[in-house]
Every structure is written in C-alpha cells, then in structure tokens.
C-alpha cells in the first residue's frame, strides 16, 4: 500500500503552476496522480504526445480550449475532461482564481518533467 501526504511529494513548477505528483513511474502503479495548480491568469499551450491525460477539476475556474479553436469548455470544479487523442489545446486559469485539477498521466510520468512554455509553439512530453 501506498500513502502520502501532499507535503511530501514530489513538487514541479511545470511552468504556470505546481504539480504535486503522487504517483509516478517508479510506484508501478501504471500511471500518475497529480494535483495541479493552474495559477490565475494564465494561458498555458500544451499538448501530450506521449501520454493521455485525464483531469477533474476541484476548484477554481477556467477553460479548456482546442487549439484549432473548434472548441472551448468551461472549467468548474465538479468537471473531467480527459485529452484522449493527444489533443493540443491551450488550459486557461480565470483572472481571478487559481484553477486546481486532480491530473491522470498513462503513461506515467517520471517525475522532473517541466513544460517549455512558449508563445509560438506547444509545450509537450
């Protein structure tokens, strides 16, 4: 059995925001748990092209938007949306409030891994 308190995870900065990741590669669990702090305000360009990710959000509020633009969902705690197709897409924190997500990686995750947050192109690992 496993059991953490959040203190004593491992925590990454991936860029706008923490990432608190309670399970990783090396529990062979065969994914990853996080939660993830969005901070307020920011606009994040990301996609996953090795891994699917599924996130439920319990608190704040923001959206989620395809990169295409074929689509935008609002974010409020109580929603899942899950990126079943590697989808690129921009995560978007509202001005005034963090957003907080329960994050699922499978792959999992190693552990360090950080996005590379650029205005011109997707961060990705």
């Not at 935008?72 to 109580?78: E, R």
């Not at 929603?79 to 989808?87: G, I, K, N, P, Q």
């Not at 994050?103 to 947050?117: A, C, I, K, Q, Y």
Request: glycine content about 8%; aromatic content about 10%.
């Amino acid at each position: 059995m496993i059991v953490r308190k959040k203190t004593e995870v491992k925590t990454v900065d991936w860029g706008n925001g923490l990432s608190y990741r309670f399970l990783l590669e090396a529990d062979r669990m065969g994914f990853t748990l996080c939660h993830t702090i969005v901070r307020a305000g920011t606009k994040s360009r990301l996609e996953y092209r090795r891994h699917l990710e599924a996130c439920y959000c319990i608190a704040g509020q923001g959206w989620i938007e395809m990169a295409d633009g074929s689509a935008t969902h609002d974010l409020s705690p109580g929603v899942l949306y899950a990126l079943d197709e590697h989808d690129a897409h921009f995560l978007i924190a509202a001005p005034d409030t963090d957003l907080e997500l329960i994050s699922v990686f499978n792959p999992p995750l190693l552990g360090d891994e950080r996005h590379t947050l650029a205005e011109d192109a997707f961060s990705q690992y």
